[in-house]
């Protein structure tokens, strides 16, 4: 969907916002059933002293992962000036004249493809607060995830001098979200494990002879 300066934002794009905001809490709220269902069978943790709910700061995620912009989109031209496009997974703005602001639930989906490596990293960050990954491992996957776009771009480059109508683009990543999830594992450490290693590491036995 493409709105101009000089057509007033109408019925249909109101429409248009209303059902990708719908869409967008329809993702994320099956993003974190999913979540949730699948941290039963992660190991059991102490949750009564963090800071934030891990539920809390995946939504959080969620929420900036899909709104906030992803990356500074670079198209060369023919002309002094290069094409700049402010790119996010729900919403993009361009520098073309007349000045294009691009959104709707098909570009939401469209956009995942080229960001999806966002999601993977909220995951394994959402795995990190259970104690199932390393932070180290959270860390490189965020990286790997800001940078997805600025690869695909320049696997494009080849592509492109080959087939006229594909546009070449280099792909500047505002890590907003990258970010944000560092801050989160500076200020809100992993809650413990219920009980401690060495007690979730006894055998059954032992428990056996605890109660007798």
Known sequence: ???????????????????????VFIIIG???IIMNRRSRSFKA???????MNITNIVFILLLIAILSPASLNIYPRTGFYPS?????????ISDSTP?????????????????????????????YYYHMTTKNRVI????????????????????????????????????VLLLTGLLMLKFIPAPPLL???EELEKPKEWWDGVKR
């Open 45 to 51: 943790v102490d949750l009564k002293n963090m800071r």
């Open 140 to 175: 490189i996957v965020g990286i790997i995830s800001e940078f997805q776009l600025t690869l695909i771009g320049l696997a494009i480059i080849p592509l492109a001098f080959g087939t006229p109508s594909l546009a070449v683009m280099f792909s500047l990543p505002i890590p």
């Open 84 to 92: 700049v496009t402010i790119f996010a997974m729900s919403w993009q």
């Open 1 to 23: 969907m493409q709105i101009t300066d000089a057509t007033p934002v109408g019925y249909y794009n109101i429409i248009s916002i209303i059902t990708e905001t719908f869409v």
């Open 99 to 127: 000045n294009i602001f691009m959104f709707g639930p098909e570009f939401l989906l469209i956009a995942f493809l080229f960001l999806f490596m966002k999601f993977v990293f909220i995951y394994q960050l959402f795995k």
């Open 195 to 197: 009980g401690g290693w």
């Open 30 to 32: 099956t993003l974190l």
